[in-house]
């Protein structure tokens, strides 16, 4: 399993509509090929500041199945007017409660 995460800074203003239009956005990568889970938290500390976990199967299922995909562009095109920034990488669990 990978964990890709990203930092996402929302455009002032814009926070409510951010989170309404992820939970659309978030189906074209849910239809992913290795897509297994993801979790979107919104920073106390910084009000414009989002952090999202997305498990997938593989690093590839990421990359090349959904990066390279239609889907891609079809989220891309609903987050852009949102983003004044995103900060991504992928993590390798190692130890867990759960």
Same mark, same amino acid.
């Given at each position: ?14 926070e409510s509509k951010f989170e309404a239009i992820f ?7 849910? !239809? ?8 979107? $938290?919104? =920073?106390? @500390?910084? +009000? ?7 498990e997938w199967e593989t690093l590839v299922s990421h ?9 891609? !562009? ?8 949102? $983003?004044? =920034?995103? @900060?991504? +990488? ?9």
């Amino acid at each position: 399993m990978v964990i890709e995460k990203a930092y996402f800074t929302i455009h002032e203003g814009l926070e409510s509509k951010f989170e309404a239009i992820f939970k659309e956005a978030v189906r074209y990568v849910a !239809e992913t090929e290795g897509y297994i889970s993801y979790r979107l $938290l919104k =920073s106390i @500390e910084t +009000e414009r500041k989002y952090v999202i976990f997305i498990e997938w199967e593989t690093l590839v299922s990421h990359t090349e199945g959904f990066m390279s995909s239609h889907r891609f !562009e079809k989220f891309t095109s609903l987050m852009d007017p949102f $983003l004044e =920034s995103v @900060e991504m +990488e992928h993590l390798a669990p190692l130890q867990s409660d759960n």
